[in-house]
């Protein structure tokens, strides 16, 4: 039990007093009391191997969306870096091609032998003075035209010049870019293996923690282990261990299930299900707004939506993967971005927050108490509105969403989440 504490990565004061040892199970066999606080233990213990693989893969899905953001930051990158080669290669081209004119000109100037092409048109016989002032009125025609090609090639080759500096300047960018592109990626599979491990590590010990149970209960491992299942979960954090900055009277969610009475802690777990013996903190309020949205919300598009939610439910049970956006594997952006493709609509690309700002640039985030099925709802650190969102999910209405959830979990079906939550939802269609 002690190595599996260690590999769970739970440190000696966040595990104290720590599961029952097999000699402290056996002890307890006989003694109520003794008992009691066995199961409680095992509770405890099970809730915070929960825990620590929640944090893990909330960690990893934080650095999956940074990726994201990455990605996108370099392909925005490449196709500016484009954008100047072209205007570049075409600048150069001009420049050449003014310059050559230029080159010309100096050349039959210096033929002309007076350094100016125009005096060559008073050399010859001049019959009469008409003749004379036709030749004049020539060489003042000749001679703007000759400054305006050297003014031409002075301006195509400063252009040329311009725009070969920027291209450089805009491929290091696209280099810095990709360089932070790809440790970006390197650190969310990293976290993301992690966030696997401890939950292999965290079902290992649920097995030792349901045989422990059943042998106090007398009742099945699995049912104990379905019961010690039902303590942890990912709704909110474990009590005792609130997200950073999460403030200590939260608002309740609109439309969060009614929770069922907490059981003493120091009875015997009863039937099987989610019934903590120390109840969940309340849900954390969401901050203001740093933009509202539009005043009337559109109604969404039936349609589209069905086929959005039909597609999404045709998931349910595959893995997620980082980076995973079909057609059997998926991370939380590239499930709702394909839902969507299937109904013809894009919703702002690989990552749940272009997703949200997209919708905020379209007038399309609506309060979540007005949210309706096929809506988005995502999840950022405390709920901000600003920066980054690491989680989105497609509300299927009636309190229930539908999400590729983190590293080591399928596409699932779950009551909405008030943790983290944004107070706005966006409505792709309408």
Same mark, same amino acid.
């Given at each position: 039990?002690?190595?599996?504490?260690?590999?769970?990565?739970?440190?000696?004061?966040?595990?104290?007093?720590?599961?029952?040892?097999?000699?402290?199970?056996?002890?307890?066999?006989?003694?109520?009391?003794?008992?009691?606080?066995?199961?409680?233990?095992?509770?405890?213990?099970?809730?915070?191997?929960?825990?620590?693989?929640?944090?893990?893969?909330?960690?990893?899905?934080?650095?999956?969306?940074?990726?994201?953001?990455?990605?996108?930051?370099?392909?925005?990158?490449?196709?500016?870096?484009?954008?100047?080669?072209?205007?570049?290669?075409?600048?150069?081209?001009?420049?050449?091609?003014?310059?050559?004119?230029?080159?010309?000109?100096?050349?039959?100037?210096?033929?002309?032998?007076?350094?100016?092409?125009?005096?060559?048109?008073?050399?010859?016989?001049?019959?009469?003075?008409?003749?004379?002032?036709?030749?004049?009125?020539?060489?003042?025609?000749?001679?703007?035209?000759?400054?305006?090609?050297?003014?031409?090639?002075?301006?195509?080759?400063?252009?040329?010049?311009?725009?070969?500096?920027?291209?450089?300047?805009?491929?290091?960018?696209?280099?810095?870019?990709?360089?932070?592109?790809?440790?970006?990626?390197?650190?969310?599979?990293?976290?993301?293996?992690?966030?696997?491990?401890?939950?292999?590590?965290?079902?290992?010990?649920?097995?030792?923690?349901?045989?422990?149970?059943?042998?106090?209960?007398?009742?099945?491992?699995?049912?104990?282990?379905?019961?010690?299942?039902?303590?942890?979960?990912?709704?909110?954090?474990?009590?005792?261990?609130?997200?950073?900055?999460? /403030? #200590?009277? +939260?608002? %309740?969610? !609109? &439309?969060?299930?009614?929770?069922?009475? $907490? =059981?003493?802690?120091?009875? *015997? @777990?009863?039937?099987?299900?989610?019934? /903590? #013996?120390? +109840?969940? %903190?309340? !849900? &954390?309020?969401?901050?203001?707004?740093? $933009? =509202?949205?539009?005043?009337? *919300? @559109?109604?969404?598009?039936?349609?589209?939506?069905?086929?959005?939610?039909?597609?999404?439910?045709?998931?349910?049970?595959?893995?997620?993967?980082?980076?995973?956006?079909? @057609?059997?594997?998926?991370?939380?952006?590239?499930?709702?971005?394909?839902?969507?493709?299937?109904?013809?609509?894009?919703?702002?690309?690989?990552?749940?927050?272009?997703?949200?700002?997209?919708?905020?640039?379209?007038?399309?985030?609506?309060?979540?108490?007005?949210?309706?099925?096929?809506?988005?709802?995502?999840?950022?650190?405390?709920?901000?509105?600003?920066?980054?969102?690491?989680?989105?999910?497609?509300?299927?209405?009636?309190?229930?969403?539908?999400?590729?959830?983190?590293?080591?979990?399928?596409?699932?079906?779950?009551?909405?989440?008030?943790?983290?939550?944004?107070?706005?939802?966006?409505?792709?269609?309408?």
């Amino acid at each position: 039990m002690t190595a599996l504490t260690a590999a769970l990565g739970v440190t000696a004061a966040s595990a104290a007093p720590g599961p029952p040892s097999w000699d402290d199970v056996e002890q307890a066999r006989g003694d109520v009391v003794a008992t009691q606080l066995a199961i409680a233990r095992i509770e405890d213990a099970a809730r915070a191997a929960e825990q620590t693989y929640l944090d893990a893969a909330r960690s990893a899905v934080q650095l999956g969306e940074d990726h994201h953001l990455a990605q996108l930051a370099l392909e925005q990158a490449e196709a500016a870096a484009e954008r100047l080669e072209l205007r570049r290669d075409a600048a150069l081209a001009r420049a050449a091609e003014s310059g050559a004119r230029a080159a010309q000109l100096a050349a039959q100037l210096a033929r002309s032998g007076s350094g100016d092409l125009t005096t060559a048109l008073l050399t010859g016989n001049a019959d009469d003075a008409e003749d004379l002032l036709y030749r004049l009125g020539a060489m003042s025609s000749v001679g703007a035209r000759s400054q305006a090609v050297m003014d031409s090639a002075v301006q195509d080759k400063n252009t040329a010049e311009a725009l070969t500096a920027q291209a450089d300047v805009a491929l290091d960018e696209r280099e810095r870019l990709a360089d932070e592109a790809t440790d970006s990626l390197d650190a969310a599979i990293a976290a993301a293996e992690q966030a696997e491990q401890r939950l292999a590590a965290q079902q290992i010990m649920m097995g030792e923690l349901a045989a422990q149970l059943a042998s106090l209960t007398g009742r099945s491992e699995q049912l104990e282990r379905d019961y010690l299942a039902g303590l942890g979960g990912d709704e909110e954090p474990a009590p005792g261990n609130p997200a950073p900055g999460t /403030p #200590s009277n +939260p608002a %309740p969610s !609109p &439309s969060a299930p009614p929770s069922n009475p $907490a =059981p003493s802690p120091s009875a *015997p @777990p009863p039937a099987p299900g989610p019934s /903590p #013996s120390i +109840p969940p %903190p309340a !849900p &954390s309020p969401n901050p203001a707004p740093s $933009a =509202p949205p539009a005043p009337s *919300p @559109p109604a969404p598009n039936s349609a589209a939506v069905a086929t959005a939610i039909a597609f999404a439910r045709a998931q349910v049970g595959e893995p997620y993967q980082f980076g995973g956006r079909g @057609p059997s594997v998926w991370d939380c952006s590239g499930l709702t971005m394909q839902s969507y493709a299937a109904a013809g609509v894009t919703i702002g690309g690989h990552s749940a927050t272009r997703q949200y700002t997209t919708a905020a640039s379209r007038d399309r985030l609506v309060p979540y108490a007005q949210a309706q099925a096929g809506d988005l709802i995502f999840y950022s650190t405390g709920g901000a509105t600003s920066g980054s969102k690491y989680h989105v999910t497609l509300y299927l209405g009636g309190g229930q969403m539908i999400e590729a959830p983190y590293p080591g979990k399928t596409v699932r079906i779950v009551p909405v989440r008030s943790y983290d939550r944004v107070p706005y939802v966006a409505r792709p269609t309408g």
